[in-house]
C-alpha cells in the first residue's frame, strides 16, 4: 500500500462513519478546519519569519519532522508485521 493511499483510506473511513444527512456537515467543519488553519500559518510566516529568521524556523521544523518520520516507520512496521501474520 502507497503512502497517497493511506490517506485515501481515511477519507473513505470519514465518508463512511456518518449518517448521509451528516456527511455535508463533517465535511464542512474540515473543510473549514483545513482551509482556516492553512490561512493562519500563511499569515503568520510573514511575522515568524520577521521575527525569529529563517535558521530559527528550520530549527523549529526539525522536532516535527522526527515525529514525522518516527511515526512513518512505526506505521510502516505494523503494516508489515500485519502482511506476514495474515
Not at 17 to 32: D, R, W
Amino acid at each position: 500500500m502507497r503512502f497517497s493511499s493511506r490517506g485515501n483510506v481515511l477519507i473513505l473511513a470519514l465518508s463512511q462513519t456518518y449518517q448521509p444527512a451528516e456527511q455535508l456537515e463533517v465535511q464542512a467543519a474540515n473543510e473549514f478546519a483545513i482551509f482556516g488553519l492553512a490561512a493562519l500559518t500563511t499569515l503568520s510566516a510573514g511575522w515568524l519569519y520577521d521575527r525569529f529568521g529563517w535558521v530559527m524556523l528550520n530549527l523549529a521544523v526539525v522536532p516535527l519532522l522526527f515525529a514525522a518520520l518516527v511515526a512513518t516507520i512505526d506505521i510502516e512496521r505494523q503494516l508489515r508485521r500485519t502482511a506476514t501474520a495474515a
